[in-house]
């Protein structure tokens, strides 16, 4: 794809060589018009928002409640469903404590996967820790797929609540969602969706899907850091409790009573990340103007040229092989540290992420300390693939 002068940093040089950027299951790059949007921000309307008749407080309201309406669009969602959050671990922790709050009790279960990423793991241990519910895990097969025999079983009338990963940050597994939230809802559960690694890769369809909760960051999807979406079913957000307290998320104060805002805002308090959502906007409004088809075929052809590639160095040995799957490759290549390899590829301008990917219960099922894992997007090309497969060459005799 032809996008790659969008980015402006991928024109740099890392170690006196052309910077290739494989780490965007981390965080991917911004285009100009990004940047450009959060410095107008700052440098023409700098306010705060919905507090203010003045002009500057009116436009920046006006810029973040757009986002707002791109964001609900581009998931098709209804615009007070969509809460700007931090991001995807904010979104779940709301979510979680919101939810908990009046919903789980002792003789409830809480079903997560082994693939997850710590943000989808750790709420929902204290969320069962604060009520005395039940975690169950569903478990991962040898190829990196959901055991969905397992699951199956795992689901009775006891199950409240299903929080499952889209795509794995980790495999590049794409999970059978649909499914997934089709058997919950035959049981009564809700069910929440991590898509932090999907929405970047895919469309997302929150209705089609008839998810109850779907959360996504900012800084994957080619937005600014610190910004993030939780998406809900209006009548689910209705009855939820805010958890946090304070500015914008209250109609009205008294020291008898506070009644709170209506949704989303609700579940906004205090002041947002206005420059940030707005940029969150606009980078959802430059990869809306892309195809779907050719960014899915453009991703395909990177993976599948890496998979080839690696398979003809002696000792490789790929971690998780789903047939479908999207953005990540992990792998380690015989006994060498992924942080030796790591190391030696960022000395040739070559940027992978190393180490466990807050995925320890996954490196444990697989009985590994971390993996390399190199992941694509829309601005990477086959000269990237080769330039990480022509470094291998190079560095893995070295460490052999």
């Not at 990004?34 to 306010?47: F, M, Q, S």
């Amino acid at each position: 794809m032809d996008v790659r002068s969008d980015f402006p940093i991928l024109s740099r040089q890392v170690n006196g060589r052309p910077l290739v950027y494989l780490d965007n299951a981390a965080s991917t790059q911004k285009p100009q018009v990004v940047i450009d949007a959060v410095k107008h921000y700052y440098e023409h309307y700098n306010a705060n928002v919905h507090r203010g008749v003045h002009s500057l407080s009116v436009e920046a309201t006006e810029a973040m409640e757009e986002a707002r309406t791109t964001i609900s669009k581009f998931i098709q969602a209804e615009k007070n469903e969509v809460i700007f959050t931090s991001g995807t671990t904010e979104g779940i922790n709301i979510l979680s404590q919101s939810w908990v709050r009046q919903t789980l009790g002792p003789d409830d279960e809480v079903i997560i996967s082994g693939m997850e990423h710590h943000s989808n793991i750790v709420p929902w241990q204290m969320a069962c820790d604060q009520c005395g519910a039940k975690l169950r895990i569903i478990p991962i097969t040898d190829s990196g797929e959901l055991d969905m025999q397992a699951f199956d079983e795992m689901l009775s009338e006891r199950t409240r609540f299903l929080s499952v990963v889209h795509v794995s940050n980790t495999l590049g597994t794409i999970n059978p969602i649909k499914t997934l939230i089709d058997k919950a809802h035959a049981m009564g559960a809700k069910v929440h969706v991590d898509g932090a690694q999907a929405v970047a890769h895919m469309p997302v369809d929150v209705k089609d899907l008839d998810v109850d909760f779907y959360t996504f960051s900012g800084h994957k999807i080619f937005g600014p850091t610190g910004t993030g979406v939780l998406y809900g079913k209006a009548e689910l957000l209705e009855a939820m409790p805010p958890l946090y307290g304070g500015g914008e998320m209250i109609r009205s104060v008294s020291f008898e009573k506070t009644t709170y805002n209506e949704i989303p805002f609700k579940f906004e308090a205090g002041t947002p990340n206005i420059a940030g959502n707005i940029g969150l906007g606009k980078a959802i409004e430059y990869l809306s103007n892309l195809s779907w088809e050719n960014i899915r075929y453009h991703e395909l052809n990177l993976l599948n040229s890496t998979l080839e590639g690696l398979g003809s160095i002696e000792g490789t040995r790929i971690i998780g092989e789903s047939k479908n799957r999207s953005g990540a490759i992990s792998f380690l290549i015989g006994d060498i540290h992924p942080f030796d390899l790591g190391t030696l590829l960022d000395k040739m301008g070559i940027a992978v992420r190393t180490g466990h990917h807050c995925t320890e219960p996954l490196m444990d099922r697989f009985q590994i300390p971390g993996t390399v894992r190199a992941s694509f997007s829309i601005y990477n090309s086959e000269d990237d693939v080769d330039r990480l497969l022509e470094a291998m060459e190079r560095v893995v005799p070295m460490l052999a």
